[in-house]
């Protein structure tokens, strides 16, 4: 069992940045970040490989964020800059472990789920 917390989120004016931490209770597979806006769906957002550090981002932030990992402190990080009002959504953490058949952008590939951090970007 692997509990995750999340924090960072907040509000922000479109162009700048925000960092949100995701700290995991123990050694983790693959990292994913994920979104959520009110009445969308929970779409992926980036993803990291604990092992490798490959990481994997959805088009829509490619360019804009980076996603890492401080391994030493279990955490994954994910550094958000050029914000968009169309970034604003709930942010969630989710681990995975390995030996799983779904791609990184599937929410079936984590078992491991966060709160969520609520990110604000106004325009």
């Known amino acids: 069992q692997v509990q995750l917390v999340e924090s960072g989120g907040g509000s922000v004016q479109a162009g700048g940045s925000l960092r949100v931490s995701c700290a995991a209770s123990g050694s983790t597979y693959c990292m994913g970040w994920f979104r959520q806006a009110p009445g969308k769906e929970r779409e992926w957002v980036a993803s990291?490989?604990?092992?490798?550090?490959?990481?994997y981002y959805a088009d829509s932030v490619k360019g804009r964020f980076t996603i890492s990992q401080d391994k030493a402190k279990n955490t994954v990080y994910l550094q958000m800059n050029s914000l968009k009002p169309e970034d604003t959504a709930m942010y969630y953490c989710?681990?995975?472990?390995?030996?799983?058949?779904?791609?990184?952008?599937?929410?079936?590939?984590?078992?491991?789920w966060g709160q969520g951090t609520q990110v604000t970007v106004s325009s």
């Open positions: 990291i490989y604990s092992v490798s550090g490959r990481t």
């Open positions: 989710a681990a995975g472990e390995a030996g799983s058949l779904y791609v990184v952008a599937s929410l079936r590939r984590y078992r491991y």
